[in-house]
T-cell receptor
Framework: QKEVEQNSGPLSVPEGAIASLNCTYS??????FFWYRQYSGKSPELIMF????GDKEDGRFTAQLNKASQYVSLLIRDSQPSDSATYLC??????????FGKGNQVVVIP | DGGITQSPKYLFRKEGQNVTLSCEQN?????MYWYRQDPGQGLRLIYY???????QKGDIAEGYSVSREKKESFPLTVTSAQKNPTAFYLC???????????FGEGSRLTVL
């Protein structure tokens, strides 16, 4: 299995602040990257997909990809209580499979 | 609306019993997957199938079995050989060309 690392512990951010999440991956050949949001007790849902170096913005979410350094990050601007969730990084590998990191829990404090 | 339906949502099992989790999709996706999630953990791949009548083991296949007799259906059986089956089980599907993985709502299995 390809390695996808999300090492930081729970992240607490005040409402309105920026939450920053990082993900590193082991396979230099990986071409596309996914960020999923998972609320407690629910299934993951896709919030961002990126395949080119640089930034991709979608509303309050920005994904940043650096293939040379093998990391992809997710920024959540103007954090809201509804952003409190676990965020999973996913990287394709092998025959149409996705490897997931363990996730980063975000808690937005009103 | 297109989507993935998993049943049951909650299931309790006695030790030594086999149980089967249902997964049905109407997205016309070729690929289907079963993941297991434990508290504080990411998703671990149990089995996946790229096409009808074919499937491959994932990273934690021991104690599980699957079948893919129809494109729409990919049931997972948790056998008595699985020593620690209590977990949240997620079924997913994806088009053959890659892209987003769509998830069902999950099935939570508890062994009593």
């Amino acid at each position: 299995q390809k390695e996808v690392e999300q090492n930081s512990g729970p992240l607490s951010v005040p409402e309105g602040a920026i939450a920053s999440l990082n993900c590193t991956y082991s396979d230099r050949g990986s071409q596309s990257f996914f960020w999923y949001r998972q609320y407690s007790g629910k299934s993951p849902e896709l919030i961002m997909f990126i395949y080119s170096n640089g930034d991709k913005e979608d509303g309050r979410f920005t994904a940043q990809l650096n293939k040379a350094s093998q990391y992809v990050s997710l920024l959540i601007r103007d954090s809201q209580p509804s952003d409190s969730a676990t965020y999973l990084c996913a990287v394709p590998y092998g025959n149409n499979r996705l490897a997931f990191g363990k996730g980063n829990q975000v808690v937005v404090i009103p | 609306d297109g989507g993935i339906t998993q049943s049951p949502k909650y299931l309790f099992r006695k030790e030594g019993q086999n149980v089967t989790l249902s997964c049905e999709q109407n997205l016309n996706h070729d690929a289907m997957y079963w993941y297991r999630q434990d508290p504080g953990q990411g998703l671990r791949l149990i089995y996946y199938s790229q096409i009808v009548n074919d499937f491959q083991k994932g990273d934690i296949a021991e104690g599980y079995s699957v079948s893919r007799e129809k494109k729409e259906s990919f049931p997972l059986t948790v056998t008595s050989a699985q020593k620690n089956p209590t977990a949240f089980y997620l079924c997913a599907s994806r088009s053959g060309g890659g892209g987003e993985l769509f998830f069902g709502e999950g099935s939570r299995l508890t062994v009593l």
